[in-house]
């Protein structure tokens, strides 16, 4: 049974930083694209970062680039999204799934298909 489990999440302050991390079990990561998304209160889930298969290709939001880093460890068999310069607008639920559409620098296209349980970001002071 393919499984994915987020976990990292927590509450920082403004400018501060978390580290989530996706693991996973049933399968190895390594052969899949896999999508970091947030969703905050009332609001649609977004696409945050992607990683191609190849880790040749990577995509982040606008909202994030420069502050957010998507890699890979697959000794580990886990995907890991650095946060840094958290802002009150970075608050949500972050889940991980696997990217079964396409990779570009631009865009992270569905579909999706296993997904995380989601773990939570809250940015406040």
């Known amino acids: 049974q393919l499984q994915l489990v987020e976990s990292g999440g927590g509450l920082v302050q403004p400018g501060g930083s978390l580290r989530l991390s996706c693991a996973a079990s049933?399968?190895?990561?390594?052969?899949?694209?896999i999508g970091w998304f947030r969703q905050a209160p009332g609001k649609e889930r977004e696409e945050v970062s992607c990683?191609?298969?190849?880790?040749?290709?990577?995509y982040y939001a606008p909202s994030v680039k420069g502050r957010f880093t998507i890699s890979r460890d697959t000794a580990k068999n886990t995907v890991y999204l650095q946060m840094n310069s958290l802002k009150p607008e970075d608050t949500g639920v972050y889940y991980c799934?696997?990217?079964?559409?396409?990779?570009?620098?631009?865009?992270?296209?569905?579909?999706?298909?296993?997904w995380g349980q989601g773990t939570q970001v809250t940015v406040s002071s």
């Open positions: 990683i191609s298969s190849s880790d040749v290709i990577t």
């Open positions: 799934a696997t990217v079964i559409g396409r990779i570009t620098i631009a865009a992270c296209v569905g579909p999706f298909g296993s």
């Open positions: 049933g399968f190895t990561l390594g052969y899949y694209a």
